[in-house]
């Protein structure tokens, strides 16, 4: 074999900015060129936090304050507020059950013995508002139905006409089933595609709901933000961000009640491999669109478990966590921290919303260990993450108690919702500098230093406060408990400059784009420089996360691998994946072959030697993918 060839076509050292799948405002990015020309590795300028201590001299300033401007509206239900008439369903929406030749979801009927005594039932009061959609209806026997979730969506849309702001109805895709996947995109800005979006130079915020077709409360909080950013008091967010809307993600599972996708897919964890079309809905949508945030929201189950192992209940209104994987940049997560969690469960309190770090438990019978949101790049919240935003979850309390308490469950949601997209209409400028820095400094490591492969959470003790189901009274349990804040390394290598990716991978190609990577074909044969796979164990084993085996996986190639330099020959027609872009860790993620959500382990990729590491700059001639 030859060494790489020289004098060809070589690929950039650095991204243009302005050709970037995720571009960066024009300001922001002189910054950062400026740290980029004064450091061979791009420095984190200081952190403006709440009681800091002043920069040094010589730092750069500090990011600045939350805009001056027109005013942000205050938290839905707080006392700035002047009392508004009650919410009405908008004009045109059934609220009614519909003819039999329509389908209807039945929901969980009242339960005849909850799972709880009166005293508990007392801890959770109706809030004080009343939320008005099809399915909160008195009487229903369904929650919102995806005919009734349609013709909501296109009344709001209908309802801005000849407004300042504009929402229009996004179709996204199709469920499994043939079911519609619609979206609904409020703005300010001349046109309701990308480009226009970008033009308008405000951040994006996604809200997804009900990726779990059995957490209701979820779609129809989303439904009342959609109505109030529309037609009511959230509208005036709209001068300074563009909101996009997916209330029910996983409709299929909506109808039918069911946690998984029609094949049996956990859809919440395939934000990564993209088997299903509901992820890639997902992705598409992400990709496009480019947001500085994610909202995801989802319930959990109250009783069941908790109260067989522990014999109690489950405490808190709402369970809260952002971003928790190896890659993902320190910056983003202080800005999910201190700009977002720390208002967020500040605007709860002030509704008298009890929270805490979202936490779950495995479903084996002996197990008593709490573990928070697993590090895995597999769900929604991580994924997303490592396309740099800002991404959150936010679960309720309603798995297993059917419409109980569904006006606190929506009220909860509503609330934090709300929360994130007032902090991200003040933080507007900031969570843009922000984003601009991380792309400039994830794309300046490659081929530099390590970088983490697999990293896990940090095992240790806490105090959780759960409710004894009879009496009602508070029960502190002392637990193990596995912290996803304090991530441990597990398995870390040098840095590649890219991957070299088999043309036989043709999946893994078409999968990496819709995550929103550049993909490179290779125009002209050559020889690159690369540390290749040598297998050196395998076993076959269930995909895993917290909560134990997940839905709808088959078995898994776990493989362990040692690292080989040597040159190899490329084919044209093959392909290169750089790691100069800004969602270099994504591919991370994807092509290391020996963790549990690899493109091998999930056999895409058929054989070891279908990629290798390139740990030189690549001087070959290079052809952008369609």
Not at 411 to 433: D, F, G, K, M, Y
Not at 561 to 576: M, Q, T
Request: net charge positive; charged share 20%.
């Amino acid at each position: 074999m030859t060494m790489p060839r020289a004098n060809t076509s070589t690929l950039p050292q650095q991204p243009d900015a302005r050709a970037s799948r995720w571009p960066v405002r024009t300001a922001a990015a002189a910054l950062v060129a400026v740290l980029l020309a004064a450091c061979s590795s791009t420095p984190l300028p200081p952190w403006n936090s709440p009681g800091a201590a002043a920069p040094r001299p010589s730092a750069p300033a500090p990011l600045p304050r939350p805009q001056a401007g027109k005013v942000v509206p205050a938290p839905l239900g707080s006392a700035q507020q002047a009392p508004a008439p009650q919410p009405q369903a908008p004009t045109g929406v059934i609220t009614a059950p519909l003819p039999p030749a329509a389908p209807i979801v039945g929901r969980n009927e009242p339960l005849a013995t909850p799972p709880y005594g009166p005293a508990v039932m007392a801890r959770f009061p109706e809030p004080t508002v009343r939320y008005s959609t099809p399915g909160l209806a008195p009487d229903r026997r369904a929650f919102t139905t995806n005919v009734e979730l349609e013709q909501w969506l296109q009344s709001v849309a209908q309802g801005t006409a000849g407004g300042p702001s504009r929402a229009s109805m996004l179709r996204l895709g199709t469920s499994q089933r043939g079911e519609p996947l619609l979206g609904l995109l409020l703005t300010r800005a001349q046109g309701n595609d990308p480009a226009a979006l970008d033009a308008g130079k405000r951040p994006t915020v996604v809200l997804i709901g009900q990726q779990h077709g059995n957490e209701p409360a979820g779609a129809e909080a989303l439904l009342v933000i959609a109505r109030e950013l529309g037609q009511g008091l959230l509208e005036p967010l709209l001068e300074r961000i563009n909101v996009i809307i997916v209330p029910r993600a996983n409709p299929h599972a909506a109808q039918a009640d069911k946690r998984a996708t029609a094949n049996g897919n956990d859809k919440t964890r395939d934000h990564q491999l993209l088997k299903t079309p509901e992820a890639q809905a997902i992705a598409r949508l992400v990709r496009d669109y480019r947001p500085i945030l994610v909202v995801d929201a989802h319930e959990y189950t109250v009783a069941g478990r908790y109260k067989e192992k522990f014999n109690a209940v489950q405490r808190y209104d709402a369970l809260l966590q952002y971003t928790t994987t190896a890659n993902y940049p320190e910056f983003l997560t202080k800005a999910s921290q201190e700009w977002y969690h720390q208002p967020m469960v500040a605007a709860l309190k002030a509704q008298n919303l009890s929270s805490e770090w979202y936490y779950t438990n495995a479903t084996g019978a002996d197990d008593r260990t709490l573990s928070m949101g697993g590090t895995q790049p597999d769900t929604g919240r991580n994924v997303h993450g490592l396309k740099n935003t800002v991404s959150l979850l936010i679960e309720t309390r309603g798995v297993g108690i059917g419409p109980l308490h569904m006006q606190r469950r929506v009220h909860t949601q509503v609330t934090a919702i709300a929360s994130a997209l007032r902090s991200t209409a003040e933080r507007a400028a900031n969570l843009e500098q922000v984003r601009a820095f991380v792309v400039r400094d994830i794309s300046a490591k490659a081929c530099r230093d390590n970088v983490v492969v697999e990293a896990g959470p940090t095992p240790t003790q806490r105090e959780v406060v759960f409710i004894d189901p009879e009496t009602g009274m508070d029960r502190p349990v002392r637990v193990d408990w596995n912290s996803s804040l304090n991530l441990r390394t597990l398995k870390s290598r040098a840095r590649p400059c890219g991957y070299w990716v088999s043309d036989r991978a043709a999946p893994v190609i078409e999968r990496l784009k819709l995550l929103g990577l550049q993909v490179l074909r290779i125009g002209e044969g050559g020889s690159l420089l690369a540390d290749t796979y040598r297998e050196t164990g395998r076993e076959v084993s269930e995909r895993r996360d917290v909560l134990g085996t997940i839905a709808g996986d088959g078995d898994i190639i776990r493989v362990q691998v040692a690292p080989v330099r040597a040159a190899i020959d490329v084919p044209a027609g093959s392909y290169y994946v750089p790691l100069n872009q800004p969602l270099a860790h994504l591919a991370v993620a994807a092509l290391e072959p020996d963790t549990q959500n690899s493109y091998f382990a999930n056999r895409l990729v058929e054989d070891l030697s279908q990629t290798a590491r390139i740990m030189s700059t690549p001087s070959l001639v290079f052809e952008e993918t369609d």
